[in-house]
């Protein structure tokens, strides 16, 4: 079976059913039992589109198959980001990536770096030149896909907190 990354509203009903499945999965990691109906429904009530639409975003959602098993995001931030050396700055436009996610039954098929090449390539298009992200210190696969895929720890852009205690970034070539 092969994937397919495209773009996609974030209020469609597949978009909307994979966002659950990820506000569920990582509430529960992050409280150590299962997230209740009601507390994945007020993660969704709280999670706007936050410009993931062009001209300052795209949500796409990957298909294994042909069935929905994959999202993700990307912005472009408003702000000057400041990185280490080897991640220049001057000049260039940062997107961050939000709410990648992989379903349990479609990891370990491609679908991660599907997903990233897609939303790197939708970066390039709206001008960014590198890509950075938070994550947390538990949510182990997601921290290994990013390595896999090119990215490496940067210092902290935005403020740390319950949900971001790692940061990672990544050059954008052409």
Same mark, same amino acid.
């Given at each position: 079976?092969?994937?397919? #990354?495209?773009?996609?509203?974030?209020?469609?009903?597949? &978009?909307? +059913? /994979?966002?659950? @499945?990820?506000?569920?999965?990582?509430?529960?990691?992050?409280?150590? +039992? *299962?997230?209740?109906?009601?507390?994945?429904?007020?993660?969704?009530?709280?999670?706007? *589109? $936050?410009?993931? #639409?062009? %001209?300052? !975003?795209?949500?796409?959602? !990957?298909?294994?198959?042909?069935?929905?098993?994959?999202?993700?995001?990307?912005? /472009?931030? &408003?702000?000057?980001?400041?990185?280490?050396?080897?991640? %220049?700055?001057?000049? /260039?436009?940062?997107a961050e990536l939000t709410?990648?996610?992989?379903?349990? &039954?479609?990891r370990g098929t491609g679908?991660?770096?599907?997903?990233?090449?897609?939303?790197?390539?939708? @970066?390039?298009?709206?001008? &960014?030149?590198?890509?950075?992200? $938070?994550t947390r210190l538990d949510?182990?696969?997601?921290?290994?896909?990013? !390595? =896999?895929?090119?990215? !490496?720890?940067? %210092?902290?852009?935005?403020?740390?907190?319950?949900?971001?205690?790692?940061?990672?970034? =990544?050059? /954008?070539?052409?």
């Amino acid at each position: 079976m092969n994937w397919s #990354v495209r773009p996609e509203s974030f209020a469609t009903p597949e &978009a909307t +059913r /994979l966002r659950r @499945a990820y506000y569920a999965e990582v509430a529960s990691r992050y409280w150590h +039992r *299962p997230a209740t109906e009601a507390e994945t429904d007020a993660g969704l009530a709280d999670d706007p *589109p $936050d410009g993931l #639409v062009p %001209p300052t !975003g795209e949500f796409v959602v !990957g298909r294994y198959g042909g069935e929905a098993a994959a999202c993700g995001g990307l912005r /472009l931030l &408003a702000r000057e980001f400041e990185g280490p050396a080897d991640l %220049p700055t001057t000049g /260039l436009l940062t997107a961050e990536l939000t709410r990648v996610y992989v379903t349990p &039954a479609a990891r370990g098929t491609g679908g991660g770096g599907a997903l990233l090449a897609a939303l790197e390539a939708a @970066a390039r298009r709206l001008g &960014a030149r590198r890509i950075v992200l $938070d994550t947390r210190l538990d949510l182990v696969e997601a921290r290994g896909l990013y !390595g =896999k895929h090119g990215y !490496g720890e940067i %210092p902290a852009y935005g403020e740390p907190g319950p949900y971001s205690e790692i940061w990672y970034g =990544k050059q /954008l070539t052409d």
